[in-house]
Each structure stands twice: as structure tokens, then as C-alpha cells.
């Protein structure tokens, strides 16, 4: 974001209450507005990035993921994933257990540069579309990994087309 933005949310209940049910994330946006303090200075840049992670760890990395890991001040993740990280200069936070617990934790992370580690695909029934649900689409960015699931089914022989 622009300047040192931040963003108002409304309660989970008044939210749920405004929007009828959490599956019409769509109008969510419309809950979701700057600070009124926020002087926005520029393009709306996300603070945080949800980056997928294979098995593998850096070496199946993209550009894209390694420059996002290298300009963040914090990662945040699971400790398997941290544990496969290359060396970086950002603070390190293992996410805690259960995976509810870290949701606001993360959200105190605003306006920093932030990478938060998930498995393969973060939006193949990962964790992306749980951060998604807690956070304006231009607070946030996501680089996908090779999908766990394909990644199976490729060790099986199996067609996505046919198994899925």
C-alpha cells in the first residue's frame, strides 16, 4: 500500500451479519477501506505475499519467489517449510498450531513486507483463500508452487483430467 496505510475491518460477526455468509467473499471489498488517517501516496503495493513451496525448498523456486523472500523483513510459515529456506535476511516466525491461532499474528504484521510459506499451491485448498477471507485482494499477493496434488499425481502416472 501506499504510504503508511492500514486497513479498517468490521468485526467477523459484522461482517458475516453485512455480507449474509462468508462464502460472498466477493462483496467483502466493499467492507474494507483505507484508515482515515491513510495518506495514500502511490499504487497500492501488497504487504504480503503467500508464497508456495515444494518439498524441494529454494531449488524449485522461482525468480519471482526468491526476490520475494529476499525483500521481505519477515517470513512466516510452518517450521518444515522455514527449515527448508535458503540463508535470508528477514526475521523468521514459526506458525503456530493450530493453524486459527496465526491468523492474527499475521494481520498485526501489516505494512511490513511479509512472505508467509505454504504448501504447493496456496489456493488448492491451502491456506491462500484463508488469508484471502481476512484480507483486502490489494493487501495481498500470492506465487504458487508446483500444486501437491499434481505433483502425486505425477509420481502415479495419473491425468489430472481423470483423477480430479
Not at 511490513?112 to 488448492?124: E, Q
Not at 484463508?130 to 485482494?137: I, M
Request: charged share 15%; glycine share 10%; hydrophobic share 45%.
Amino acid at each position: 500500500m501506499g504510504g503508511n496505510c492500514s486497513y479498517v475491518f468490521g468485526s467477523e460477526v459484522e461482517r458475516r451479519n453485512k455480507l449474509g455468509t462468508a462464502s460472498a467473499y466477493s462483496q467483502a471489498r466493499l467492507l474494507y477501506h483505507p484508515a482515515p488517517n491513510c495518506k495514500n501516496d502511490g499504487p497500492n503495493v501488497p504487504w504480503l505475499t503467500i508464497l508456495g513451496l515444494g518439498e524441494d525448498g529454494p531449488n524449485a523456486m522461482t525468480p519471482a519467489s526468491l526476490k520475494a523472500l529476499q525483500s521481505a523483513e519477515i517470513v512466516m510459515g510452518a517450521a518444515r517449510h522455514l527449515s527448508l529456506l535458503p540463508a535470508i535476511d528477514a526475521a523468521l516466525i514459526t506458525w503456530p498450531v493450530p493453524f486459527a491461532d496465526g491468523i492474527a499474528q499475521l494481520l498485526e504484521l501489516r505494512g511490513k513486507r511479509v512472505v508467509t510459506l505454504a504448501s504447493g499451491d496456496p489456493f488448492w485448498f491451502g491456506a491462500g483463500s484463508v488469508f484471502a477471507r481476512h484480507l483486502h485482494q490489494d493487501e495481498w499477493t500470492s506465487i504458487a508452487g508446483p500444486a501437491t496434488f499434481s505433483l502425486a499425481a505425477a509420481q502415479m502416472g495419473w491425468t489430472l483430467e481423470n483423477t480430479l
